[in-house]
């Protein structure tokens, strides 16, 4: 699978036209090594909250679905769920990238929603659809952790980041 990441290889959509090549996570990563410059690290994740399901509790896989053309062996695998590590990924992009939206996305929009359900449950659901419900495997431990480094490693970003 060849992923590209969307605002630093534009050439990509020519080689590979069949791919999805707006991968969420390989963009996040990006951002939060600060590859990109500033300007562009904030097109990111502006791109990356467009996207339909890109935050319903956690963070999505991908802007667009991977089908079975688009995978090996036709297994479209965890393409339409979210991910923990993704979610972390974004948490550190917003933190890299800092400022007030920044914050109000990590706040309110990744860190919220996913606290409340470690609070209320303590184990979670693998993944999350589209709409916010839990999906795949019960009580599995992937998000609770993601939480807590969430909190340790970004903490309030509003407190610890300036525009």
């Not at 991968?23 to 339909?52: C, I, Q, T, W």
């Not at 400022?99 to 693998?126: I, K, M, R, S």
């Amino acid at each position: 699978v060849c992923v590209c990441v969307f605002f630093f290889f534009p050439h990509c959509q020519q080689l590979l036209p069949q791919r999805d090549l707006v991968d969420y996570d390989s963009n996040l990563l990006a951002v939060m090594a600060g590859v990109p410059p500033a300007e562009k690290a904030v097109k990111v994740l502006a791109r990356v909250d467009k996207g339909v399901c890109a935050h319903p509790r956690g963070t999505w896989v991908s802007e667009i679905y991977y089908n079975a053309s688009n995978c090996n062996g036709g297994n479209t695998g965890d393409s339409a769920i979210t991910m923990g590590r993704i979610t972390w990924a974004d948490a550190r992009a917003r933190y890299a990238v800092g400022g007030p939206a920044a914050a109000q996305v990590f706040n309110d929009v990744l860190l919220a929603p996913l606290q409340q359900d470690v609070l209320a449950n303590t184990f979670l659901y693998e993944r999350y659809e589209c709409a916010g419900h839990p999906t795949h495997n019960p009580y599995y431990f992937e998000f609770p952790p993601v939480v807590a480094s969430m909190l340790f490693e970004v903490g309030r970003l509003a407190d610890t980041k300036e525009e």
